[in-house]
C-alpha cells in the first residue's frame, strides 16, 4: 500500500520561506498533489504536478509565491516564499490515480493522503 510522508513544517515570520517536501514508498500514479486544511474550513487545493502527462497547476492564492516539484518519481517538493499569516495551515501532500487530477486541484481526485505537517506563519 502507498504511503506518504510530508516534512519540512514548522514556524516562520511573515515574508520568510518553508519548504516542504514529500516521500512516497512507490509508485505515485497520475498525480502528486499539495493540500491545505485550517480547523473550520474545506481542505483547498494548493498544487498539483503530474510525471505522466508532464504539467503542473498552482492556485491562484498561492502563484507566484508556491512553486512545485518532482525531485525524483517518488518525491515532491513545495517551495513556499514570501509567507503571509494566511498560509498558516495543515499542509497534505497526496496521490492520484484519477487522469484528471492535475486541474483543478480538487481533494476527491486523490485517493492517498499523508498525515499532515504544520505551517505557522506569524505576523
Known amino acids: 500500500q502507498l504511503r506518504l510522508v510530508e516534512s519540512g513544517g514548522g514556524s516562520v515570520q511573515a515574508g520568510g520561506s518553508l519548504k516542504l517536501t514529500c516521500a512516497a514508498s512507490?509508485?505515485?500514479?497520475?498525480?502528486m498533489g499539495w493540500f491545505r486544511q485550517v480547523p473550520g474550513k474545506p481542505r483547498e487545493g494548493v498544487a498539483s504536478?503530474?510525471?505522466?502527462?508532464?504539467?503542473q497547476s498552482i492556485a491562484d492564492s498561492v502563484k507566484g509565491r508556491f512553486t512545485i516539484s518532482l525531485d525524483n518519481d517518488r518525491t515532491s517538493s513545495l517551495q513556499m516564499n514570501n509567507l503571509t499569516p494566511d498560509d498558516t495551515a495543515t499542509y497534505f501532500c497526496a496521490a492520484s490515480a484519477y487522469r484528471d487530477c492535475v486541474q483543478p486541484i480538487r481533494s476527491e481526485k486523490y485517493n492517498v493522503w499523508g498525515q499532515g505537517t504544520l505551517v505557522i506563519v506569524s505576523s
Open positions: 504536478i503530474s510525471p505522466h502527462f508532464g504539467s
Open positions: 512507490g509508485y505515485i500514479g497520475y498525480c
